[in-house]
């Protein structure tokens, strides 16, 4: 297909009359699709006509779409009742993947609470800033977080939802069982009246501070994600239609493998409330294990794999791959970080009919941006797409006077998906959002044929395997480690992961602590991923300018970096 069918089919996908129909606004706003769900709970309930179909499985646990939504029900009925939960109160969730997670999700939008997802690999200071900086009324979390909270929850009389803790174990007198809150009787709901721009979800995201930032959404900009979401689902159809009609004569039902942690919005958007919607059934992971999934995959039929790239190259990588036990496997998507030509040219190679796809997206935007998939992820596998229809894309220092295409500079994004702010941080979302455009930190360009190549970074974060890691926060932490004067982490190349977090530490010869302990420093205080995989021990000075900030680029090429 050319690149003007293409663009034929993408304009009737948006046509006045479209179920996709783009709405551009006189005042010159932001573009943005007529037809949308007005609130998060539109969207939920729209699972519910799906009814006795399967839609969850995690291990020995599988719930029909009705099963679910009972449960969701109870627990709603029950956080209302036991904790007297107020529309736009806040409701944290701190557990690795699991029905209960989707369960919690759900029941929270129902009471009009706002949810506050929690990365579970985190430690106990970086759980507690979430808990406490966004103000949770009430945390569910599973035994593994409570055990690392239990004493600050107790001394702040904080509230918790328990999930999956053993019988015999004795729980503090502020937490209530999950397991006994959904089987007991329904309780009324009161009907919630939501506005579409009332707040819905806090996501923390690692920004260049040293402490995660809370990314507020409304209502609105997550269901006008989950529409481009779709658009693109539909648009990949229209545009490969020899690809589409591979998957629908193997007769297998729509099952998506979700390995990615549910607090990223590739996670929450793009595979939970993605699925809940159009009626997929979705297989958990609580956590990444290649041989599991491919077990998952041949066991289940999975059809659609969504990851990371070190996730894609270790299935990829296997000698499993491409055999009958991924038969079922036709849809490969990539997010979550840079991919490298080879892993891109592998997908294509080794399945040729499939449907891979990738994009670029932030938290701050609800995980929209530019996406490609189908055909033309084979013409241009390096690019992450055309920007979506309500997307403008723009180049350069200043998003009013945009670069020429070709040109490579910071990139700026404007769409209805993007958050309202950071959680009480007035200053930092100034910075972040001016005149309704977002400062990506980002560098790319766009081609001549309007495609987005994103080609490095300026803001001071490290991505590791999909996760996004500050800098500052690794500074700020091991530079309380006695013997450590000053300290700059950066990113090195892995051939796994893409990027993995290096430290240089600078102190005098006999007080400067060992790689070792650098590491066992970090490791008692931050999640494991932030841990770094080499440590540079400076015994001079690290450069700096004139403001005195430390120069990077010049402390790698010294390091020979």
Avoid at 151 to 157: I, P, W
Avoid at 309 to 328: D, I, K, N, W, Y
Wanted: net charge negative.
């Amino acid at each position: 297909m050319s690149i003007e069918r293409w663009k034929t089919a993408w304009q009737q996908l948006i046509a006045p009359g479209s179920p996709f129909e783009v709405v551009t606004p006189a005042d010159g706003g932001p573009r943005y699709f007529r037809h949308t769900a007005p609130n998060l709970m539109h969207v939920i309930d729209a699972g519910r006509v799906h009814g006795e179909r399967e839609f969850l499985v995690w291990q020995e646990q599988r719930l029909t779409f009705n099963q679910y939504f009972d449960q969701v029900d109870r627990l709603a009925g029950q956080m209302i009742a036991c904790f007297g939960l107020q529309p736009g109160e806040r409701v944290a969730i701190a557990m690795r993947n699991q029905p209960a997670w989707l369960v919690a999700f759900a029941a929270i939008q129902r009471c009009g609470a706002v949810c506050v997802p929690l990365n579970s690999w985190g430690l106990r200071d970086e759980l507690l800033h979430g808990v406490r900086d966004s103000g949770a009324r009430l945390l569910l979390c599973d035994e593994t977080r409570l055990n690392v909270l239990q004493e600050d929850l107790a001394q702040e009389q904080r509230a918790a939802i328990v999930v999956g803790a053993q019988a015999q174990v004795q729980l503090p007198e502020y937490c209530l069982r999950y397991e006994e809150l959904i089987s007991a009787p329904q309780l009324p709901i009161p009907e919630v009246v939501i506005d579409p721009d009332a707040p819905a979800l806090i996501l923390y995201t690692s920004g260049t501070t040293s402490r995660a930032k809370g990314v507020l959404s409304s209502h609105r900009a997550i269901c006008q994600a989950l529409t481009a979401l779709e658009f693109q689902g539909a648009f990949c159809a229209v545009s490969s239609p020899e690809r589409i009609g591979v998957v629908i004569n193997s007769g297998y039902p729509p099952t998506t493998l979700a390995a990615v942690p549910l607090f990223h919005v590739s996670g929450l958007h793009a595979q939970f409330l993605s699925a809940l919607r159009g009626g997929r059934r979705l297989l958990l992971m609580y956590k990444w294990d290649v041989e599991r999934a491919l077990d998952l995959i041949r066991d289940e039929r999975c059809t659609q794999f969504n990851g990371a790239p070190v996730m894609m190259q270790q299935l990829l990588g296997s000698p499993r791959f491409g055999t009958e036990h991924t038969a079922s496997l036709f849809g490969l998507g990539l997010g979550g970080g840079a991919s490298s030509a080879g892993l891109l040219a592998n997908m294509i190679t080794l399945k040729p009919d499939a449907i891979g796809g990738s994009g670029y997206g932030l938290t701050e935007s609800n995980g929209i941006g530019a996406a490609i998939g189908g055909d033309q992820f084979v013409y241009k596998p390096a690019t992450s797409g055309w920007p979506l229809p309500i997307v403008d894309i723009r180049i350069g220092e200043d998003p009013h006077q945009p670069l020429p295409s070709g040109t490579r500079g910071l990139i700026w994004l404007r769409s209805p998906t993007l958050m309202s702010a950071y959680w009480n941080l007035p200053d930092a979302s100034a910075e972040c959002l001016r005149d309704g455009w977002l400062d990506t930190g980002d560098i790319g360009y766009l081609d001549d044929e309007g495609f987005l190549r994103v080609t490095g970074r300026i803001k001071d974060l490290i991505n590791r395997g999909g996760e996004k890691i500050s800098a500052a926060e690794i500074e700020a932490c091991i530079c309380e480690m006695p013997g450590i004067e000053e300290a700059a982490a950066f990113a090195i190349t892995d051939p796994v992961l893409g990027e993995t977090v290096a430290l240089a530490v600078h102190g005098t010869a006999s007080a400067l602590p060992t790689s070792e302990q650098v590491c066992a420093f970090i490791a008692e205080r931050l999640a494991a991923y932030k841990v770094p995989a080499r440590v540079y021990r400076v015994l001079e000075p690290l450069p700096r300018n004139a403001t005195g900030k430390v120069l990077k680029a010049q402390l790698q090429e010294k390091l020979g970096v």
